[in-house]
């Protein structure tokens, strides 16, 4: 689905905890998540640091998505 | 013929331990054929033990991929075996992944390793190089028939038998060119085959061109507080009730829900569809999936233009890439015709 979105000349980033599965599917701009079943979340933390800790990560994106890249890049820490 | 000794390696759902809800049990060892192990060994030769089963939760695997391999390693080196299998996965994805590490860990220990997988199944084109894999069918129901293949195969492979091309055995194409001595030329073959096709006839290539389906990446967007960005989910996030009755599994469609006027999506609106994760999370809390809750904020910041007011999802839950294809042509065409220039894709 990331590399049609691409195709149609839309910027995409792709959040997901599987990484090797988001490169070979040929995303190019990647940011590794949480977990599985809650990629952007950890029912761990109260919700308030939860919030903070998904908002960091769609952050984490969207400089993704204003970073110039010429190859598949996982954006890690 | 010498005693051959096997290992197998299956997920929580093969070993009988649970479903989505054990996906993230820590590996596990026993020293009996488990689950498909029970099938296999009465197919395999009569030389071949199973000697022990390995058991992993799908997510833990995916999740701890360094930890995992390192304990699986361990373990597969303990029961010092002569061959692994992994498997088979159909077409899970993660469970491919894990099956596809598991028989990268033994290639790298010398150990040679047999699966089986769907074709699209994402462990293929990983690690196909690594193992033999059987083809397999996309769900389970195709047990009957992978397991005597998958036997056969290596019962093959651990006795050293002569392996024979991927079709003649039945194998996916790992990549492996092999030297070996033909009949005829390369020019007469290569005019036997252009006759064969002139004459619209079956002729088997001897090199596929290799495909390589890469999209360049888009130009980085300079000013994200002008941009419309919209999101986009493979985690199945839906209105309570799946009002379009998206699939669990193999989707066979996506929706678009509008998300105007909405802080967050709260789990008294929102629910996952997805058949493929323990969804309890998720349930909880859909904003873990579709982070709604982080843009809203962001667009009020300013640092996004604008959140598209409408959502898209489906289930990437062995959705055959065609649909996949299918679904993300029309999202992009109907988001380009909506001026919007970024997207935020999330997965499970």
Do not use: W
């Not at chain 2, 395999?44 to 000697?51: M, R």
């Not at chain 2, 361990?74 to 159909?90: C, E, Q, R, S, Y």
């Not at chain 2, 992009?332 to 999330?346: D, K, M, P």
């Amino acid at each position: 689905m990331v590399k049609e979105i691409e195709r149609a000349g839309i910027a995409v980033v792709h959040i997901c905890t599987v990484t090797p599965i988001s490169l070979t599917v040929g995303a190019n701009r990647i940011v590794p998540a949480v977990a599985i079943p809650h990629p952007l979340g950890n029912p761990k933390l109260s919700e308030k640091e939860e919030f903070s800790l998904r908002k960091k990560l769609v952050e984490k994106a969207l400089s993704a998505l204003a970073t110039p890249v010429s190859e598949q890049t996982v954006f890690e820490d | 013929m010498d005693e051959k000794r096997i290992v197998l390696y299956i997920n929580q759902f093969f070993g009988q331990i649970g479903g989505e809800d054990m996906a993230h049990i820590e590996p596990q060892s026993h020293d009996k054929p488990i689950g498909p192990g029970v099938g296999l060994s009465n197919l395999l030769p009569k030389n071949c033990t199973i000697v022990g089963t390995i058991i992993c939760g799908d997510s833990y695997f995916n999740e701890n991929l360094e930890e995992a391999s390192a304990t699986v390693g361990k373990m597969i080196k303990d029961f010092n075996p002569d061959l692994v299998i992994a498997g088979p996965a159909f077409n899970a994805g993660r469970y491919g992944m894990a099956c596809g590490t598991v028989g990268k860990i033994a290639h790298d220990m010398g150990i040679p390793a047999v699966s089986g997988m769907y074709i699209e199944n994402p462990g293929v084109e990983s690690y196909r190089q690594y193992l033999y894999i059987v083809e397999t069918t996309n769900s389970a129901a195709g047990m009957r028939t992978a397991l005597p293949a998958i036997a056969k195969l290596a019962g093959k492979v651990v006795n050293g038998e002569p392996m024979g091309t991927p079709t003649e055995e039945g194998y996916l194409s790992r990549g492996i060119r092999k030297n070996v001595f033909a009949e005829k030329r390369g020019s007469d073959r290569a005019v036997d085959m252009l006759l064969k096709k002139l004459a619209g006839e079956e002729f088997e290539t001897e090199y596929p061109i290799p495909l390589f389906d890469r999209v360049e990446p888009a130009a980085a967007i300079p000013e994200l507080s002008k941009v419309t960005v919209a999101l986009v989910t493979s985690g199945g996030i839906v209105p309570k009730g799946n009002p379009d009755r998206i699939e669990a599994s193999s989707a066979s469609h996506y929706g678009k829900y509008s998300i105007e006027g909405l802080e967050g999506l709260t789990s008294e609106g929102f629910q996952t569809a997805h058949g493929g994760y323990d969804p309890v999370y998720a349930n909880e809390a859909p904003n873990r999936v579709m982070p709604v809750d982080a843009l809203r904020a962001l667009e009020k910041e300013g640092k996004i233009g604008k959140l598209f007011p409408y959502f898209y999802a489906t289930v990437g839950n062995g959705t055959s890439v065609a649909n996949a294809v299918k679904f993300a042509t029309e999202i992009a065409h109907e988001l380009v015709n909506e001026g919007v220039q970024a997207v935020i894709l999330t997965s499970t």
